[in-house]
Antibody, heavy 124, light 107 residues
Framework: EVQLVESGGDLVQPGTSLRLSCVASGFTFSDHFMDWVRQAPGKGLEWVGRTRNKARRYTTEYAASVQGRFTISRDDSKNSLSLQMNSLKTEDSAVYYC???????????????WGQGTTVTVSS | DIQMTQSPSSLSASVGDRVTITCRASQGISNYLAWFQQKPGKAPKSLIYAVSSLQSGVPSKFSGSGSGTDFTLTISSLEPEDFATYYCQQYNTYPLTFGGGTKVEIK
């Protein structure tokens, strides 16, 4: 069974850091691009960023709202994806989902499998 | 950034109804358009990619159409498990962007 399990969500103060993790199973993790997507309470979905695979040199893309503060990394030996979040703001409060970008249309990749999410609350 | 606008933002329908949700992109996105379903407290589920291709296991009552900037998701006959929020999303250009969602409620 293809599965993604996030962890690391917590209640933290503004300006601090937090690291989220996502462990994959049931598929060849190293082959795939991986995404983070978030959802603020009562709001819609917001794409956070993407890491490509080794063949694409693990290059990354980020939303402007997190560029320079968040860093996506992966450890293919552990089937693990991470999201390092620095200088957290109250507006970063959300459920954070990791997703596999397993749908390929031409040379465009998109999300197909999602984890259950982990909750980050940034509040003083 | 490409803005994705869904309409309506919510609708009420009955079991058995045919439902259509519209999504408009602020610029052309070719066929890089996906639809997701989300139920309260749950992760989104991928329904459709490349405008009209069903993800594995998605029933054929769901269908997608459109091109360029205008797209639709149709549910041919609503069942109780289809009451949820639906999001369109473009993956033509970074940043990837989602529509605001359409909540399908029971009439």
């Amino acid at each position: 069974e293809v599965q993604l399990v996030e962890s690391g969500g917590d209640l933290v103060q503004p300006g601090t850091s937090l690291r989220l993790s996502c462990v994959a199973s049931g598929f060849t993790f190293s082959d795939h691009f991986m995404d983070w997507v978030r959802q603020a309470p009562g709001k819609g979905l917001e794409w956070v960023g993407r890491t490509r695979n080794k063949a694409r040199r693990y290059t990354t893309e980020y939303a402007a709202s997190v560029q320079g503060r968040f860093t996506i990394s992966r450890d293919d030996s552990k089937n693990s994806l991470s999201l390092q979040m620095n200088s957290l703001k109250t507006e970063d409060s959300a459920v954070y989902y990791c997703a596999r970008a397993g749908t390929v249309t031409g040379n465009h990749y998109n999300m197909d499998v999602w984890g259950q999410g982990t909750t980050v609350t940034v509040s003083s | 950034d490409i803005q994705m606008t869904q309409s309506p933002s919510s609708l009420s329908a009955s079991v058995g109804d045919r439902v259509t949700i519209t999504c408009r992109a602020s610029q052309g996105i070719s066929n890089y358009l996906a639809w997701f379903q989300q139920k309260p407290g749950k992760a989104p589920k991928s329904l459709i990619y490349a405008v009209s291709s069903l993800q594995s296991g998605v029933p054929s009552k769901f269908s997608g159409s459109g091109s360029g900037t205008d797209f639709t998701l149709t549910i041919s006959s609503l069942e109780p498990e289809d009451f949820a929020t639906y999001y369109c999303q473009q993956y033509n250009t970074y940043p990837l962007t989602f529509g605001g969602g359409t909540k399908v409620e029971i009439k």
